[in-house]
């Protein structure tokens, strides 16, 4: 049984839907993370799920009972967001005891499960300081195990690492997966950063506008995304119109774009004549042979690869190639096989 069930959820702040109808389930154990562009909705979601908002409309099951009316505090939840929100005249030791000092945890358990967390954490040496002595990555921490603490059923982050500066956001990264692995917790986690969706999730939720977009795993979303919005989204895939001409020999379509003609061996029908295509820059095969080709516009060398952006009559896309020895102004000649020209439905 799911340990999360979002049912028809909506939240309207006057005449503005901020999320309308949207449904989903998260398992016991699961990472889902909620991904979407600013305003888009994320953060009224965790709102609705920690009950810090009551829905306009829907029902929210947390273990099995219904809890859309509950508030936070017996909900079985614990939040842990960007301002890290520590209480500055306490230690470290101090913020991690606090909401088992609200249970009425034994002083004994206490020490226990504060120790526990402080190694699991990396926090030993910082238990006695105050949280201002700390860095941003400890702070991070000192949130993330106050959370833990309480052993709660689910754990909610509202876009945790947004305050560290990049390489630390990494690290933390990997520590709050490893953490959540370890101790098997079900995690819903909302971040506008795609490649941290994507390294985090078991399954990510993409929001536009107040909706579900798409849900699938990480590989799923890159590899198929079901919307224009969506490859683009995740990972910059070229997305540009195309026109369906007609069946290709051996499968797939052939399709007519200002870069040329192509075809798709895209498993889904396409959904009309005029449609998108969207293909990943990586995957193009820079060859003499061509078929496609377009003058590179301004090329910037990344260390592994190098990013072209690439323009053929009027379109602009992108290209990453493995090797830098292309200049502005080149004309350069590349294909794409037809199993990664992805048929998705035309821009709304
Ligand atoms: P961000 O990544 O910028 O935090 P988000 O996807 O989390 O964005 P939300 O904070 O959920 O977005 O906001 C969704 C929309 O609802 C926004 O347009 C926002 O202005 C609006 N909104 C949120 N809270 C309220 C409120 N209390 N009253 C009115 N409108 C609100």
Sequence with gaps: MSKIIVQDLTMQFDQFVAVNKVSFEVQQGEFVTLLGPSGC???????????????????????????TRTPPEDRDTALCFQSYALFPHMTVRGNLEFGLRQQRTPAGDRKARVSQIAVQLS??????????????GQQQRVALGRALSMQPGVILFDEPLSNLDAKLRDQVRFEIKRIQHENALTAVYVTHDQSEALALSDRVIVMRDGQIEQIATPEDLYHT????????????????????????????????????QLISR???????????????????????????????????????????????????????????????????????????????????
């Design 41 to 67: 909705g994320k953060t009224t979601l965790l709102k609705m799920i920690s009950g810090f908002l009551t829905p306009t409309q829907g029902r929210i099951h947390i273990g099995g009972k219904d809890v």
């Design 123 to 136: 926090l030993e040496q910082q238990l006695g300081k105050l949280p201002n002595a700390l860095s941003g």
């Design 225 to 260: 995304p079901a919307t224009s919005f969506v490859a683009d989204f995740i990972g910059n895939a070229n997305v540009m119109p195309a026109e369906v001409i007609g069946e290709a020999d051996g499968g797939g379509w052939i399709l007519d774009s200002k870069i040329g």
């Design 266 to 348: 895209d498993p889904r029908d396409p959904q009309a004549k005029k449609i998108n295509i969207a293909w990943r820059p990586e995957l193009a095969h820079v060859t003499p042979e061509g078929p496609l080709s377009g003058t590179v516009v301004s090329r910037a060398f990344q260390g592994n690869f190098t990013d072209l952006h690439v323009v053929t009559q009027g379109q602009s896309y992108r290209l990453q190639v493995p090797h830098s020895d292309v200049s502005v102004g080149d004309e350069v000649a590349f294909g794409l096989d037809a199993k990664d020209v992805l048929m998705l439905e035309p821009s709304r």
